[in-house]
């Protein structure tokens, strides 16, 4: 399995546990993001010591009013990094407090050349925004050059496709395995475009829903998919394996 969103430096010791549980836990890979110029920092520093741990760098949303030059270049630099697989997280939310929506767009356009510049396909956080979002990619249709993906799904039936329609990716945690989701449009997903991930610490999925959450359950989130899709949790383990090698193509 490969985690594909997870937030190791939040962990104790930045998750070194469970960096050596990884083979026992049946993980391959795990895609460690970043939020901001120090944690990106971090994710590098983690993935250089450990081989089958790789990076994101890259600007969170709720931070756009903050954002100076350097910090702009600091994330560009970072960013070529041999680790370092994909721009991200970036994007829109709209639902953190007193956020500033043109301040969010200009951030995240801004992210969306670095990746492209880089060539380096990048991982997008949405929250209370997809009609906005879908409408800034629309618009920066030549900035997609290697591919981005939804990170944590949750845009629901109605914006799947037009996201798919752009080439994006789509990555489920957690949130697809609560009672209350809407998978009814899964099966319509094409199976080379699904991406399994965690958020850990956060979004721990059912069962396991209110603790802690880690890399290892991202098996909850595969075998409830694989469920909804009536195949196979093994067959569907190795699909989005080799999916996420693919969106994330330095870590083959
Ligand atoms: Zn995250």
Redesign the pocket.
Known sequence: MIDT?A?LYMFELDGKDIIYNMEKDNLERIVT?G?NVEDSRKNIEIARNNKNVYATVGIYPEFAGSITERDLEEIKNLARDEKVVAIG?IGLDFHSVGFDKDAQIDLLVRQLKIADELGLPFCL?CRGAGEELYQVLSNNKHLINHSGLM??YSEGASYYKKFLDLGLYLSFSGNITYKKSDRSFLKDIPLDRILVET?SP?LAPEPVRGTKNEPKNVRYVIDKIAIELGINPTELEKITSKNAKTFYFKMK
């Open positions: 969103h937030h993001i939020t997280e956080h990170h944590c958020d956060y």
